[in-house]
C-alpha cells in the first residue's frame, strides 16, 4: 500500500494539472478501482475511472455525462480509488477552475486544513472520535457547514471496508486506532446546508440548497511507529 500510495499521489497530481476553463471533464481518465464498483444499494456499476464533483456536487459525480465542461470560477473535487497489487488506496482534493470567488477559497481552504487537523490528531491508541473532532472544529472556526451524512471509511482489500469515519464526533469515542488500521479520512465542507440529496444517476451526491462544496482525501495508516499518511507525495 505505501508503494501503490506513491503512485495515487503522483497520478492525482497529474490529474489536476489538467483542471482549467474550457475542459471536459471526461478528459482526464486512467484505470481505476472506481471504474466498474458497484455498492449494494446502486443499480449499476461505476462508469468512469474518476470522480469529478462540480461545485454543488459532493462526491461521487460521473466525468462522462452530459458532456460537461469547467467554467472559469468552479472548484472540482477530483476523487481517485487506485488497486496496485491487490490493495486499494483512496485520495482527492479539490481545485479551483481558473479565478474563484473570496467564499470559495475559504471553503477549499478550510476543508484541505480539516484533513491536515484530522491527521495531526491521529495517534495509535487514540480513537476514531479524534479524527471526527478535528474536523468539526476547522467547521466551526470558518462557520462551515458540515457534510455528516457521508464519510471516511475503512479501506485496503476494499473500495468501503469499516471503521466508518465520520466528519463529526466527540474526541475518544469510537473504535480505537489499531497498529494495521488503514483508513481513508474525507472531510467534506460546503457553504450552506449539511443536508444532502443523490441525484438520478445513483452516485453523484450533492448539497440540497445547492450551496458550493470541497472535498479532501488521504490513505492513512496507523504503524507501530504511528500515522504513516499513503497518498501524500
Same mark, same amino acid.
Given at each position: 500500500m505505501r508503494e501503490g500510495g506513491k503512485i495515487h499521489a503522483r497520478i492525482l497530481k497529474e490529474v489536476a494539472k489538467k483542471v482549467k476553463p474550457g475542459v471536459k471533464t471526461d478528459e482526464a481518465g486512467c484505470t481505476a478501482?472506481?471504474? @466498474?464498483?458497484?455498492?449494494?444499494? +446502486?443499480?449499476?456499476?461505476?462508469? /468512469?475511472?474518476?470522480?469529478?464533483?462540480?461545485?454543488?456536487?459532493?462526491?461521487?459525480g460521473i466525468p462522462n455525462e452530459g458532456g460537461r465542461i469547467l467554467f472559469e470560477g468552479d472548484i472540482v473535487s477530483l476523487d481517485l480509488g487506485l488497486t496496485y497489487k491487490n490493495f486499494i488506496t483512496d485520495a482527492a482534493l479539490t481545485v479551483p477552475v @481558473?479565478?474563484?470567488?473570496?467564499? +470559495?477559497?475559504?471553503?477549499?481552504? /478550510?476543508?484541505?486544513?480539516?484533513?491536515d487537523r484530522a491527521i495531526v490528531a491521529m495517534r495509535p491508541h487514540g480513537h476514531i472520535g479524534d479524527i471526527g473532532d478535528a474536523i468539526m472544529q476547522v467547521a466551526m472556526k470558518y462557520n462551515l457547514g458540515?457534510?455528516?451524512?457521508?464519510?471516511?471509511h475503512g479501506v485496503g482489500y476494499d473500495v468501503h471496508e469499516e471503521p466508518f469515519v465520520p466528519n463529526k464526533a466527540e474526541r475518544g469515542e469510537g473504535p480505537e486506532l489499531k497498529e494495521g488500521l488503514v483508513i481513508a479520512i474525507e472531510p467534506m465542507f460546503s457553504l450552506g446546508s449539511r443536508d444532502i440529496k443523490r441525484l438520478s444517476d445513483g452516485y453523484t451526491f450533492i448539497t440540497r440548497d445547492k450551496s458550493l462544496s470541497a472535498h479532501f482525501e488521504h490513505t492513512v495508516a496507523v504503524t507501530k511507529n504511528g500515522i504513516e499518511v499513503l497518498t501524500k507525495l
Open positions: 478501482s472506481f471504474l @466498474g464498483y458497484q455498492p449494494y444499494d +446502486a443499480k449499476k456499476p461505476y462508469p /468512469a475511472a474518476l470522480c469529478v464533483s462540480i461545485n454543488e456536487e459532493i462526491v461521487h @481558473g479565478k474563484i470567488s473570496k467564499e +470559495a477559497e475559504t471553503l477549499v481552504r /478550510a476543508t484541505k486544513e480539516a484533513l458540515i457534510i455528516e451524512g457521508l464519510s471516511g
